[in-house]
């Protein structure tokens, strides 16, 4: 094979790479995902503290406004696809090299496959305004962006937050 040939297998092999790589990531990140609290978990004064979700940065949070809304952040949901991606792409490109029997064009074809799906399925959420998206999920006087820390790993999503006496002590008081 001349040298065009094999630099277009191996650009060939690295989008089927990428796009597994997404897909999996995006499928991955609907069902498993970081779980955040924040202070006034520990003490919800005025009422119930929503949970706050992403990996590895907090985008996705419960509205409180009917029971299947969720707040987003966009450009965090992209930000987080992209550093997992970058963290997981070199494992999955020397897994791929390792089985070549596998073949480049059905890993490309079941990561495109599972990013039309997960894709599908943030649009129907946006289409149906069971995602809404917001600059930032920080609700004043109770909580800002800057006191979410990491509790837990959640598979699936819930409503209620979890308090951390780990992060914000026993008996935490609003101000």
């Known amino acids: ?4 040939g094999s630099r277009r297998m191996a650009t060939r092999g690295s989008w089927a790479t990428f796009l597994f790589t997404l897909g999996v990531i995006a499928a991955a ?14 003490d919800p004064q005025d009422g119930p503290a929503s ?6 940065f ?9 029971s299947l809304q969720y707040d987003f952040v966009p450009h965090l949901y992209i930000l987080n696809l992209g550093v997992l991606c970058a963290a997981t792409w070199p494992l999955f490109r020397r897994l791929s ?6 073949g480049n064009r059905r890993m490309g074809m079941l990561g495109l ?44 999503r819930h409503y209620e937050c979890s308090p951390s006496s780990f992060w914000f002590g026993p008996k935490w008081q609003a101000r």
């Open 97 to 102: 090299r390792r089985w070549p029997a596998v």
């Open 1 to 4: 094979m001349n040298e065009a």
């Open 113 to 156: 496959g599972l990013c039309i799906l997960v894709g599908g399925w943030r649009i129907f959420c946006l289409s149906s305004n069971l995602w809404s998206p917001v600059a930032s999920l920080g609700h004043a006087p109770y909580d800002s962006y800057r006191e979410l820390r990491p509790v837990g790993v959640a598979l699936g």
């Open 51 to 56: 949970a706050v979700f992403g990996a590895p």
């Open 58 to 66: 907090p985008y996705e949070r419960w509205s409180g406004a009917s």
């Open 29 to 42: 990140e609907v069902f498993v995902t970081v779980e955040w609290s924040f202070p006034y978990c520990n």
